[in-house]
């Protein structure tokens, strides 16, 4: 190297140095808690087994007290407490709707709020959970699209709201039982459906998911799992290749020019290219369908014209098709299919050959049916022009 050569640092291989104050192990990946018990002086030779061992206390047993986990030593605990926290997000209020859905209002850091919505099966539950505080996207017919996007999730608290569920479900294992030799898992699935877009905040939404699908602690199938994206293109062979799960395209339209107003993300990648990216997407991520959301708006995208023209654009992509009862709330501008009008379209893809289960609305009584999130950090309510005007539908 010359004397005036430019002095370059690999960050990789230089040591992360803690932030100030304890720091929460929640939605640490395996490396990243390696390297956080590395910092406070844990043997290089422990590492590994001291991963193991607090990874199965937090994600296996739900533990949140360092001085519960009793295969560790006294010291070593006491070391951990001073450094590190376990903490989750913090439930504001919990609603029980008549069908038995759960909404939770969740808390996070900076005081900004979230909601998640757990939907109780026989012996089986589906967990809704949010990515982003807000939306990044401002699709008209969705509530949560009204609210502007105030950030995205971390790891931890997208995780944590996995952890809050299973908390308020009891669902816990007693510490040394396995995971599956508890019974039925009440919270058997999760759903990236709630707050926000996923693929716009990729890594925390991967590494949450890794850590939700690794088998010594929650310990859910990738097939479990589901990423709902309104076709941010780039990122969907990243999910298959990195997260491996189920995806689910909110699609609602079969022409560019209603899916533009419904979806504004498709004037950037139109229905064409995202049916480009997501012929690849099974064969990638081997995943069995892609799952088509299609909301049921009244005189918007629901003749029959429009179910054989889904069927045509679907062609040759393994697919079901989830048709979605439009769920109202205050200021929409829409309005839902009537009854005999979902049916008949439903027959058209089913004749098709294609699985098209109509949507039960769940939790509407309590605004938690899908496309009714929306979280009171935002306060500002829009009217039903603005939102009209916004989505191009103003007279």
Known sequence: MTADAPITQDVMTIPRKLPEGPVNLVGLTRDKLREALLSIGTPEKQAKMRVNQIWQWIYQWGVRDFAEMTNLSKAYRAQLAEHFVIEIPEVVSKQVSADGTRKYLVRIAGGHEVEVVYIPETDRGTLCVSSQVGCTLTCSFCHTGTQKLVRNLTAGEIVGQIMMARDDLDEWPEPGVGTGEAGPRLLSNIVLMGMGEPLYNFDNVRDAMKIAMDGEGISLSRRRITLSTSGV???????????????????????????????????????????????????????????????????????????????????????????????????????????????????????????????????????????????????????????????????
Not at 346 to 357: R, T
């Open 233 to 395: 293109v780039p990122e969907i062979a990243k999910c298959a290749e990195e997260i491996g799960c189920l995806l689910a395209v909110s699609f609602h339209a079969t022409t560019d020019e209603v899916r533009d107003k419904l979806v504004p993300i498709n004037k950037r990648w139109n229905i064409e290219t995202l049916l480009d990216a997501l012929r690849a997407y099974p064969k990638l991520s081997n995943s069995e369908r892609i799952t088509f959301e299609y909301v049921m708006l009244k005189d918007v995208n629901d003749t029959d014209e429009d179910a054989r023209r889904l069927v045509k654009l679907i062609k040759g992509i393994p697919a079901k098709i989830n048709l979605i009862p439009f769920n109202e709330w205050p200021g929409s501008p829409y309005q839902r299919s009537d009854w005999d009008r979902i049916e008949k379209f439903a027959d058209i893809i089913y004749k098709a050959g294609y699985a098209s289960p109509i949507r039960t609305p769940r939790g509407e009584d309590i605004m938690a049916a899908c496309g009714q999130l929306k979280s009171a950090t935002e306060r500002a309510r829009k009217s039903r022009a603005q939102i009209a005007a916004e989505a191009g539908l103003s007279e």
